[in-house]
């Protein structure tokens, strides 16, 4: 560590017993960015502009500018905001995925104004619902928000955006944490430059070939995406193969940029007793695939069981009946 006051401290991570090694961090004209991107790897992009407009953006800043528009804010009775897919949530509830599936939110999402946010943040204290705020970019910041997003250093994100064949971004979310969130374990479809602005978030990835160890929910899930092993209390007799996961894990400050390749599980957490912390991510869908290689990527084959399983849920409607005809189908058959 240089000679600088070192940020955090170790011991406000919070203790998993998983295999980890370091995420690489690069410079961002440092051509090793890109080579690891064009090989879908997480890097750490340092000393980037890609959010500097946004280095102002403190909680007093963003309470005088960020408008007076409802903001997305998930409660949790813990630590843990798992997200959850309110369309599965209705499919379930209709009775559209068999009878009698239950599931139970494990947060609360509601709409709050910013100034009730972060009173709500300043005054917590401990048996508290823990507050979350999770809200996409929109029109209804204030003009110096805007003003400071249209600064942020788009000419960057636009190269990655053509260089590695990205499709239309189509989401910033701001994101602000209580100290001590975590963001469970889970993957999305989409590229992402996740731009740390304020405090300090420690994030575990693992590649997609780690599908086996990491055990999605099924499709129909709500929590579809997410991992059922909770990195907490991890349940080896359901879950034995996670004790073979091997991860990739950084601690992003302001100003880093962390790119999470498509189909990368990530888990992230606000250090705790580090204060809150503010992020903004950029989703992008991804590129049309120029052409199929062989052998097919891992992220390619996620996809693949993926499209499997919706198929087979559909034609099934139970999703009790998927494990014994896929199970059925293999046992045996496919050594
Ligand atoms: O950017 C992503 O892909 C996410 O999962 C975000 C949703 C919660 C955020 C967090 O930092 O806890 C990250
Ligand atoms: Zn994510």
Redesign the pocket.
């Known amino acids: 560590m240089s000679n600088e006051k070192k940020q955090w401290d170790p011991s406000q991570l919070r203790k998993y017993d998983i295999n980890l090694e370091q995420i690489s961090r690069y410079d961002y004209n440092d051509p090793r960015v890109d080579e690891l991107m064009s090989q879908n790897k997480p890097v750490i992009i340092e000393n980037s502009s890609v959010v500097a407009s946004a280095k102002k953006w403190n909680l007093d800043y963003l309470e005088k500018y960020m408008g007076n528009g409802d903001y997305t804010v998930f409660l949790s009775r813990n630590h843990k905001?798992k997200?959850y897919d309110d369309k599965k949530v209705a499919k379930i509830n209709n009775g559209d995925v068999g009878k009698n599936i239950e599931f139970t939110q494990p947060t609360k999402k509601v709409d709050m104004k910013l100034p009730e946010f972060l009173k709500r943040l300043k005054e917590w204290k401990r048996g508290d619902d823990r507050l979350?705020l999770?809200q996409g970019l929109n029109n209804t910041v204030g003009s110096e928000i805007v003003r400071d997003f249209l600064n942020f250093d788009w000419n960057f994100c636009n190269s990655k955006q053509a260089k590695h064949n990205w499709g239309p971004l189509t989401y910033n979310?701001l994101?602000i944490?209580m100290e001590g969130?975590?963001?469970p374990c889970?993957y999305?479809e989409?590229q992402?430059l996740?731009a740390q602005i304020y405090g300090y978030?420690r994030?575990i990835l693992f590649p997609p070939s780690q599908f086996e160890c990491l055990y999605p929910y099924p499709v129909y899930h709500p929590h579809d995406r997410q991992s059922m092993v909770d990195f907490d209390r991890p349940e080896y007799s359901k879950f034995p193969k996670f004790k073979e996961a091997k991860g990739y894990e950084a601690v992003v400050g302001p100003g880093d940029v962390l790119y999470?390749p498509i189909y990368w599980w990530?888990h992230?957490?606000?250090l705790m007793r580090g204060g809150h912390?503010i992020?903004v991510?950029f989703?992008y869908k991804d590129g049309p695939s120029s052409s199929i290689s062989y052998p097919l990527r891992d992220y390619q084959k996620v996809a693949i069981m993926r499209n499997i399983e919706k198929m087979l849920q559909d034609v099934l409607k139970d999703p009790r009946e998927v494990g014994p005809l896929l199970r059925t189908m293999v046992l045996g058959r496919f050594t």
Request: charged share 10%.
């Open positions: 905001f997200y979350y999770q979310l994101l944490a969130n975590v963001t889970h999305d989409q992402n996740f978030k994030c999470i990530h992230i957490e606000s912390t992020t991510n989703w």
